[in-house]
């Protein structure tokens, strides 16, 4: 059960990093005169690091934590959004 429910949370958190960092990247350059900012999608190399991480039974726990730092970030930008 603790293995499945991993699994499922590293498909869940994978998915919301990887849909809104292209999000943000792709509505970065939207302006004019604006270019699209590649510091979004290093969210993607965050994630995937932690998950890496995981793989290894020293560093589970590590790579459990580094996997929920971009879906932290991405809440907190849709929170801080949500209350201008």
């Given amino acids: 059960m603790k ?8 498909i869940l958190t994978g998915c919301f990093t990887v ?3 292209l999000v943000a990247y792709g509505i970065s ?3 004019e005169g604006s270019t699209n900012k590649l ?3 290093i969210w993607i190399a965050v994630w995937a690091f932690g998950f ?8 589970k726990m590590i790579g459990l934590v ?7 970030y991405f809440v907190y ?3 801080a959004a949500f209350m201008m």
């Fill in 3 to 10: 293995k499945t429910a991993i699994i499922i949370l590293n």
């Fill in 19 to 21: 849909l809104n960092s």
């Fill in 29 to 31: 350059g939207i302006g």
């Fill in 39 to 41: 510091i979004f999608l």
């Fill in 52 to 59: 890496v991480l995981q793989f290894n039974e020293r560093t």
């Fill in 66 to 72: 580094i996997t929920f730092v971009p879906v932290v």
């Fill in 77 to 79: 930008i849709y929170i």
